[in-house]
């Protein structure tokens, strides 16, 4: 992962198979959980991975979609999607996982918005 960017080795990734693992479903439906947008996957050494701060408690962290939505709507790519949410956002004051991680959907959302 050397030849990654710097935000890519800063977070912790998980495999699908992990992520099935860590919800207590099968892999499917992890499948499924992206094509619905419930969570953003990476190629990262060519396989592809969802950073594990996208679960929370053992599920998809719920605010992640609408906000993940809202991006992809705005034009971002699925990777510049999860770049931005990893990144500290001075409007925001942290970086947008945080914020989402402790419930400041609406923030984090209406920032996402002025992006498209």
């Excluded at 996982?97 to 959302?109: D, N, P, T, Y």
């Amino acid at each position: 992962m050397t030849d990654s960017p710097s935000w890519i080795r800063a977070i912790d990734w998980l495999t699908l198979p992990d992520v099935a693992d860590a919800i207590g479903e099968t892999t499917s439906r992890v499948r499924r959980l992206l094509d619905d947008h419930a969570l953003v996957a990476v190629r990262v050494d060519g396989v592809l991975k969802v950073p594990a701060d996208f679960l929370l408690e053992g599920r998809p962290l719920s605010s992640l979609r609408g906000t993940v939505i809202v991006l992809l709507d705005g034009g971002f790519a699925p990777e510049e999607a999860v770049q931005w949410l990893f990144e500290p956002e001075e409007t925001i004051g942290m970086p947008p996982i945080e914020a989402l991680r402790a419930g400041r959907k609406s923030e984090v959302r209406r920032v996402a918005q002025t992006l498209g």
